[in-house]
Nanobody, 120 residues
Framework: QVRLVESGGGLVQPGGSLRLSCSAS????????MGWYRQASGKERELVAT???????NYADSVKGRFTISRDNAKNTVFLEMNSLKPEDTAVYYC??????????????WGQGTQVTVSL
């Protein structure tokens, strides 16, 4: 059973910082693209950032310069460092990973979600 487990959400004041982590576990051959998405109440899920196995990153315009995505390939873990947080960053944040479980099979997995609330 391949799964993603997230941690690090919480309540923070505007201008503050949080760090999210997401680890893949199970029978894993390798992890390909990993990323973070978020879904605010009443809105659709949107891309926050992605990172390839080679370290190539992609960010939503709304978080460029404030958020940093990184990964530890040896531990199949992806991180999201969030700085200068704004109330509009409030959402449930979901980890996503394309996980190779064999030379020919890639699974698309989502984490359970972690709440990030930015408020006074």
């Amino acid at each position: 059973q391949v799964r993603l487990v997230e941690s690090g959400g919480g309540l923070v004041q505007p201008g503050g910082s949080l760090r999210l982590s997401c680890s893949a576990s199970g029978s894993i051959f390798s992890t390909n693209v990993m990323g973070w998405y978020r879904q605010a109440s009443g809105k659709e899920r949107e891309l926050v950032a992605t990172i390839s196995s080679g370290g190539v990153t992609n960010y939503a315009d709304s978080v460029k310069g404030r958020f940093t995505i990184s990964r530890d390939n040896a531990k199949n873990t992806v991180f999201l460092e969030m700085n200068s947080l704004k109330p509009e960053d409030t959402a449930v944040y979901y980890c996503n990973a394309k996980i190779q479980v064999s030379p020919t099979v890639v699974l698309n997995r989502w984490g359970q979600g972690t709440q990030v609330t930015v408020s006074l």
